[in-house]
Nanobody, 125 residues
Framework: QVQLVESGGGLVQAGGSLRLSCVAS????????MGWFRQAPGKEREFVAA????????ALGGSVKGRFTISRDNAKNTVILQMNSLKPEDTAVYYC??????????????????WGQGTQVTVSS
């Protein structure tokens, strides 16, 4: 089993920045691809970003390209989502997820095997 714990959420004004962290523990997750998803009230869960096991490849959802970046530090079992130029429509619960198949970079939540509990991000206008 792998446990994922997100942190760094909070309340920020539009145009501001937040840095979300996801720390993995338990079964070795160094070789897992990792992703971030978000879910706003009344909406479906949305892909935000993904990174392969060594950080050499990343993917971003269309609504966050140019504003968000994803990175990882395998020595610390940590994945970072840096969010800049935040907008009110970025308000959601953000979830970290792990994909045991490290050969892909998926935007499909069904391909992820482990999930964190989520962290709330609220962007005020």
């Amino acid at each position: 089993q792998v446990q994922l714990v997100e942190s760094g959420g909070g309340l920020v004004q539009a145009g501001g920045s937040l840095r979300l962290s996801c720390v993995a523990s338990g079964r070795t997750s160094t070789y897992f691809a990792m992703g971030w998803f978000r879910q706003a009230p009344g909406k479906e869960r949305e892909f935000v970003a993904a990174i392969n096991w060594d950080g050499g490849r990343t993917a971003l959802g269309g609504s966050v390209k140019g504003r968000f970046t994803i990175s990882r530090d395998n020595a610390k079992n940590t994945v970072i989502l840096q969010m800049n130029s935040l907008k009110p429509e970025d308000t959601a619960v953000y979830y970290c997820a792990a994909d045991r198949y490290n050969g892909r970079l998926s935007n499909n939540q069904n391909n992820y095997d482990y999930w964190g509990q989520g962290t709330q991000v609220t962007v005020s206008s």
